[in-house]
């Protein structure tokens, strides 16, 4: 499918984009965003503002570790019930420790 002739697929993949990639900045303003935070953690959650968008994406929820900023929980809501959440756990960073395994032939 090509997203860029299907506005709404391309308003959806835009979200999908800044929120794995770290930078919703890249955000437009079709896209309501709200922060929060508790005692561990910080919560960006954000909501389209295009009603045809919401029909498939409710919103996504970002949650964020105080301790070292990396994503804690993901949560994709295609509805108010109906949603898909990942939790990260035992995260390394920075542990690759053979860089020719990335290496293009």
Do not use: H, W
């Not at 910080?42 to 105080?66: F, S």
């Amino acid at each position: 499918m090509n997203l860029t002739s299907n506005k709404m697929m391309n308003q959806m993949q835009d979200m999908l984009t800044a929120c794995m990639i770290g930078d919703l900045s890249k955000l437009s303003t079709d896209y309501e965003l709200n922060y929060f935070e508790d005692q561990k953690n910080y919560l960006v959650k954000i909501k389209p503002v295009n009603t045809a968008v919401q029909a498939y994406i409710a919103g996504m929820d970002i949650y964020l570790d105080k301790k070292d900023m990396s994503v804690y929980k993901l949560r994709l809501s295609e509805t108010a019930t109906n949603y898909t959440e990942y939790i990260f756990r035992n995260k390394k960073f920075n542990s690759l420790t053979d860089e020719k395994i990335f290496s293009v032939r």
